[in-house]
């Protein structure tokens, strides 16, 4: 019998394309419930190779309730895709199983809960169905406690906001190219840092965040500016608090926060502060 875990994880729900509105380009940061079998993520055990899932579990796309429902076969995923005794046990955000979703068939009985024949399946023309694993098998009572136990957070803390951090940012259209020529391109990157924490909700991941922030602010204060008040890049050891801090905002395990102008200009700012060797 295998073990099944469900837990809360960051889901970066971004609700416009790139999360780009009115001058502002937004990060918002939720929580998602992730199911695990033998403690192993379903989005590993199916074989997607992504480090942040672009799959949900049916408790995203339908409400807890009838998510549970679905998942203890009780009721049937609204959508004629999904055949009946399948379930999907990842989707597309947007609900539409035919996308693309882990589906498998489902097996109920008084001492146990099977998921047969895992498969990715979509409605593409020619994408044939790709086998994932014949069967898992959980007892019944530990699967239903699991599961029940993820409708609650579900409901109490799914869709909630954990973060919102936006910087300012225009349309990449010709007025923002010109603008960035006439202002000059370290001129016009540095509002990227300057964060603007719409909400940090409290969570294990705040300090780290607060960390973030601060690393990010720093750095619209260590870059020097002329006589003039136009920012310019340092050389040799000033650089040095500059790269750190950039670095801070890169490989945080938090970094997925930031907006992602701010992380773009941290690699900018690394790449012309640490020329690539051999050109040094
Ligand atoms: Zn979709």
Redesign the pocket.
């Known amino acids: 019998m295998a073990r099944i875990d469900v837990s809360l994880v960051p889901w970066n729900d971004a609700p416009l394309p790139l999360g780009l509105e009115d001058g502002w380009a937004s990060t918002y940061v939720t929580q998602r419930i992730e199911i695990s079998v033998d403690g192993v993520r379903l989005i590993d055990l199916a074989g997607a190779d992504e480090v942040i899932p672009t799959r949900v579990t049916p408790f995203d796309t339908l409400t807890p309730a009838e998510a549970l429902e679905v998942l203890l076969g009780q009721a049937q995923y609204p959508e004629d895709f999904v055949r009946r005794r399948d379930v999907p046990l990842l989707?597309?955000?947007?609900?539409?199983a035919a996308?693309g979703s882990l589906l498998a068939t489902l097996i109920v009985t008084d001492e146990s809960v099977c998921w047969e024949k895992l498969r990715w399946e979509s409605d593409w023309p020619d994408a044939p169905a790709t086998p994932v694993c014949d069967v898992i098998q959980f007892h019944r009572d530990e699967y239903t406690s699991a599961l029940t136990a993820a409708a609650r957070l579900s409901e109490e803390f799914g869709g909630r906001s954990t973060s919102f951090l936006r910087v300012r940012e225009f349309d990449p259209g010709l007025r923002h190219r010109l603008l960035r020529r006439w202002r000059g391109e370290l001129a016009d990157r540095l509002k990227h840092f300057d964060i603007h924490v719409v909400e940090l909700a409290d969570g294990p991941w705040k300090d780290e965040v607060d960390r973030l922030v601060d690393s990010s602010m720093n750095l619209v204060g260590l870059i020097p500016r002329d006589h003039r008040g136009e920012p310019h890049l340092p050389a040799g050891s000033a650089a040095g608090e500059i790269i750190r801090h950039a670095m801070i905002l890169l490989e945080s395990t938090e970094s997925f926060r930031l907006p992602w102008p701010t992380l773009e200009s941290a690699q900018w700012l690394l790449k012309q502060l640490r020329p690539p060797s051999g050109r040094a």
């Open positions: 989707l597309c955000p947007c609900g539409e996308e």
